[in-house]
């Protein structure tokens, strides 16, 4: 049973290694979507590999009664390498949307509202409590379209200047009740792959209000982390999070945790962590904590930290943005380029076909995530990428758009 929208012919994967697949159909496919946009280090790194198989052999699974090493030392070695500027407590899950809805959990238990605040623009998961639309009864969900384009928005914003030209004075959330917020659950520039980035003026002033309020900061980390976006972690792209004081209060984490192995974690302010056992909550699921998972993700940290490839895939984000903004220049099949790191989307005119891109780039040897029905070309490529990779990839997707009479651009394609 599939239940996603997929392309109509199959493509078998076989094997994979670095930023390659080996399909069935199409042969060697350079992967620019990092799997199901996880595989940060590129698929079956071998150190990791190397874990996976010595963690097997020795630890693979637990009853949560006992204790291993692995998650305290996870969470330290994260919170070094990613320089976070508070204190947190970790637990670690299986997926995504648990660890999005066990944050919100705890910020509901530790205020005792059961009212979220978010934008519109936000994806938090695909369980029932988090998918869209979600439950008006528990969530305001701003629409933040003219926010986007407000003209006091400035990207280069700076801490000492952020509260003179706040938003307080904007109608928009003059019928807000800030006191009803367990939290403000803020996804850093994902948006269901649209790479939306929300403003830090617009950020700033929610948090800022729902804390004032008594409320709490949940960052949405499980794809906009692990150096997708430029930087550990998405948030850190928001000056005013970057200090003890402002810096997230949960923060979920998934997919490039694990580079493709399934673990998410919620981390959580030490405070707030004591606090919360304090009140006797409990929660357990088959593989909390489980030692294989941790290890994994100890591992990951390390190759990311040793190798420096949150840099390095800022870098070539910066390149493979630069590369598809120039082919936008001549092309009348493209309306924007999106992206911050190395997390891009192309978006397309009215009338040009994402399914028939994508299948002219299959068969040109790349393998990238597209919609028919929003109309993007989908780029969250492994921070491995190299440059010829993306030189490859760009020439590749000029033939197919056909650059010299624009037929792509046929609403029959």
Not at 244 to 264: E, T
Request: hydrophobic letters at 40%.
């Amino acid at each position: 049973m599939k239940l996603f929208v997929r392309p109509q012919e199959p493509i078998t994967a076989v094997r994979s290694r670095g930023t390659r697949i080996m399909t069935k159909e199409y042969g060697e496919l350079v992967d620019m979507e990092s799997g199901c946009w996880a595989a940060v280090l590129g698929h079956n790194h071998p150190d990791v590999v190397k874990v996976i198989r010595e963690q097997a052999d020795t630890l693979l699974h637990t009853h949560q009664y006992f204790e291993t090493e692995h998650p305290a030392k996870l969470v330290g070695e994260l919170t070094e390498a990613a320089n976070l500027p508070a204190k947190y407590s970790g637990c670690f899950l299986s997926s995504g949307s648990e660890a999005v809805s066990l944050a919100i959990m705890l910020s509901e238990l530790l205020t005792g509202r059961k009212k979220k605040l978010c934008m519109n623009i936000t994806y938090l998961g695909a369980s029932a409590d988090l998918r869209n639309p979600r439950d008006s009864m528990y969530w305001d969900d701003l629409d933040v379209t003219e926010c986007l384009r407000c003209e006091e928005d400035c990207a280069e914003m700076t801490c000492s200047n952020i509260s003179e030209t706040d938003c307080s004075s904007c109608k928009r959330f003059s019928n807000l009740d800030f006191s009803r917020y367990a939290s403000f659950v803020f996804e850093p520039g994902n948006s269901g792959g649209m790479v939306i980035l929300p403003p830090e003026k617009l950020v700033s002033f929610l948090a800022g209000k729902v804390r004032a309020a008594g409320g709490l900061l949940v960052a949405n980390e499980v794809t906009t982390g692990f150096g997708r976006t430029g930087k550990w972690f998405g948030f850190q792209h928001y000056g005013f999070l970057n200090n003890d004081i402002g810096a997230p209060d949960f923060i979920a984490l998934g997919k490039g945790l694990g580079n493709g192995y399934p673990i998410s974690a919620v981390l959580a302010r030490e405070s707030l962590a004591a606090a919360a056992e304090e009140t006797g909550f409990r929660y357990v699921q088959s593989h909390i904590d489980d030692p294989l998972g941790c290890r994994i993700a100890r591992e990951i940290v390390s190759v990311m930290t040793k190798e420096n490839w949150v840099l390095k895939g800022y870098d070539m984000g910066e390149y493979l943005r630069s590369r598809l903004m120039g082919i936008a220049e001549g092309n009348r099949c493209i309306r924007e380029v999106r992206g911050r790191g190395m997390m891009n989307v192309v978006m397309l005119e009215s009338g040009v076909s994402a399914g028939a891109i994508f299948k002219g780039l299959l068969g040109k040897g790349y393998f990238c995530g597209y919609s028919e029905q929003l109309g993007f070309i989908h780029l969250y490529a492994p921070l491995i990428l190299s440059m010829e990779e993306v030189d490859g990839f760009c020439s590749a997707l000029e033939q197919v758009l056909d650059i010299g009479d624009g037929s792509c651009c046929q609403s029959d394609v």
